[in-house]
């Protein structure tokens, strides 16, 4: 179950990407542009999908456009704001204090959600987003950087339970919808920055 961090924990990682269990077809759909999604078994019922796409950029090109976090509403279109509040700096750990908006459809409803994370980050290796509060009972995030055939492997792994009452399969039916196009848009938006069309 993922909770709010107490003060001086630090975030356990939700998954480590194993692409040596991907098959020779996977890794070529990958590097032509597909984006895998794969199912995240995770206890107490919380939905939980992971998306690996590829990016033909390294690391350090990469980085500096992930952790801007005000650009997540044109990566995902979903997030309608992205501000991060502030920097925590203490004895034991630095982290960020975000603060995002978005909006999804369900069926014939339309939510808007809010929340507030505490976002840690490994310098072009990870960036973790866990839950401080909002419209979710519990909610992380993983976005892993790996180099890859001269560019970069780039997975985003999400749990999510909102507070509102929708069954699991279908948050985790809508991640799986939602994500390819998500990870697609990040794509585009981060080879524009380099310069890549």
């Not at 204090?97 to 994370?117: C, D, N, S």
């Not at 492997?153 to 985790?172: D, G, N, S």
Request: proline share 6%.
């Amino acid at each position: 179950m993922i909770a709010s961090l107490q003060r001086g924990q630090t975030p356990t990682n939700l998954a480590e990407p194993r692409t040596a269990s991907w098959t020779a077809s996977d890794q070529i759909a990958l590097l032509q542009g597909e984006v895998l999604i794969t199912p995240q078994t995770q206890p107490h019922g919380a939905a939980a999908v992971m998306a690996a796409m590829y990016v033909p950029l390294p690391r350090t090109q990469i980085w500096p456009q992930v952790t801007n976090y005000r650009r997540w509403t044109q990566f995902f279109p979903n997030i309608t704001r992205s501000e991060v509040l502030e920097t925590v700096k203490t004895a034991s750990q630095r982290y960020r204090r975000l603060y995002q908006v978005g909006q999804k459809g369900f069926m014939v409803l339309t939510a808007q959600v809010e929340i507030y994370l505490k976002v840690f980050e490994t310098a072009c290796d990870r960036v973790q987003f866990r839950l401080e509060q909002g419209t979710f009972s519990h909610f992380a995030a993983d976005l892993h950087l790996q180099d890859m055939q001269g560019g970069t492997l780039l997975t985003y792994i999400v749990q999510a339970t909102p507070t509102i009452p929708v069954p699991t399969f279908l948050i985790e039916q809508a991640m799986k919808t939602d994500l390819p196009g998500n990870m697609r848009q990040m794509r585009r938006v981060l080879c524009h920055g380099c310069g890549l069309a």
